[in-house]
């Protein structure tokens, strides 16, 4: 039993930490002369290596909001798996957490499939926040659906 | 000591008087606007001095990628002297109040020609020693939307959305627990007419329908407090 709910707590704080990475490393295109991402478009000039804010198209504005909230959404469903191991009752289901989880990982494909869509199509290939996005979205509805098969025991 | 204070007062008035002859002015940085549309390019100034007669404003521009500047409007001597050859004849007109240190212009009908650098400059004799100010121009056909507005609207939303459920979610709860208690003392209410009411004939038939809805109330609110 503890073993589970240790490997479950692990499963969760990875998925924490590659929803950080990805909404927050910004390399989500690379190409040749540089890289267009979430929050800056940074390129390698003659001169060195520039970065200007991000186009302020929706879209764009929409995939951070969504990044953003499943960030969000995951650490309250941390908090709230914490909260309720120590406070249900036996034999009880962890349904907040499981129904946080959950949002966060829809939220996720929602952003990642966004991107994907409306990506400019410029001939860069897709970097590896891009990656951890999607490798981000199966694990967390996983580990939403441990969550509400999960039950307290004694 | 009586030097310290000659040299002391010596640099006071060596610095106080260069100080106060800087103006310095103040255009914004960028505006946007549609085409079209009529912009205010507002200037004004800080000086030292009171506003003297001979106060001068005057706007230069410099359209994007050209680097000539043309001179399109002054201020002097009380008159307003605007473009009447230029690229903005007929479209230019003074809105400022010199006596208020303002110096703005008013550009009617805008066009994608007018992209460029504006540039106030303003004297005020003997202030004279300033640095120009710039105003960047940019016309769009559709104002585009400001970065972080979708996004700060997004997260907004849906936190919101998610507070407002946890809050009609344990409204929920008060209300049926106090719904719960209210029917526990109809039900003593009418334990007693029953009582009062046997003597007399037999028992009213709705009284085993509130019973099993008062039975599967508690049930609800035990399943609720198990989920939790």
Not at chain 1, 108 to 132: Q, S
Not at chain 2, 172 to 198: P, T
């Amino acid at each position: 039993m503890l073993f589970i709910l240790l490997g479950v707590l692990v499963l969760h704080l990875i998925i924490l930490i590659l929803l950080i990475v990805s909404t927050a490393a910004s390399t989500w295109s690379v190409g040749d002369t540089g890289s267009t991402d979430l929050w800056y478009n940074c390129k390698t000039a003659s001169d060195g290596y520039h970065c200007k804010p991000a186009s302020s198209d929706d879209w764009i504005q929409a995939v951070q909001a969504l990044m953003i909230l499943s960030v969000l959404f995951c650490f309250c469903s941390l908090i709230a798996f914490l909260y309720q191991l120590f406070r249900l009752v036996k034999g009880g289901r962890f349904f907040f957490t499981a129904i946080f989880q959950i949002l966060a990982s829809v939220f996720v494909m929602c952003g990642a499939i966004i991107y994907t869509v409306m990506r400019p199509d410029n001939h860069t290939e897709f970097g590896y926040a891009y990656v951890l996005a999607w490798v981000a979205f199966p694990l967390s509805l996983i580990s939403g659906l441990i969550y509400i098969v999960l039950r307290k025991k004694e | 000591m009586l030097t310290v204070l000659a040299l002391t007062s010596v640099v006071l008035l060596g610095v106080v008087p260069e100080q106060s002859q800087a103006i310095t002015i103040y255009t914004g940085w960028e505006r946007h606007a549609l085409v079209g549309s009529d912009i205010r390019l507002s200037c004004s100034f800080f000086s030292w001095r009171w506003i003297s007669e001979d106060v001068t404003f005057s706007w230069t521009y410099r359209p994007d990628g050209s680097r000539d500047t043309i001179s399109i409007f002054h201020y002097t001597g009380g008159e307003a002297y605007v473009d009447n050859k230029g690229p903005f004849r007929d479209r230019l007109e003074f809105v400022g109040n010199p006596n208020r240190r303002d110096g703005s212009i008013l550009i009617k009908n805008l066009d994608f020609s007018d992209n460029g650098t504006f540039t106030c400059d303003a004297k005020n004799p003997p202030d004279i020693v300033g640095r120009p100010s710039s105003v960047r121009l940019l016309v769009f056909e559709k104002l585009p939307i400001q970065a972080g507005v979708i996004t700060g609207a997004i997260i907004g939303v849906v936190l919101g959305l998610l507070v407002l459920i946890v809050v009609i979610y344990y409204l929920m709860r008060f209300l049926v627990a106090r719904r719960v208690f209210s029917l526990n003392v109809s039900k003593h209410g009418k334990k007693k007419k029953e009582g009062s009411q046997q003597r007399q004939g037999p028992a009213p038939p709705a009284d085993p329908a509130k019973v099993k809805a008062a039975a599967s109330e508690k049930k609800k609110q035990e399943s609720r407090k198990d989920k939790k």
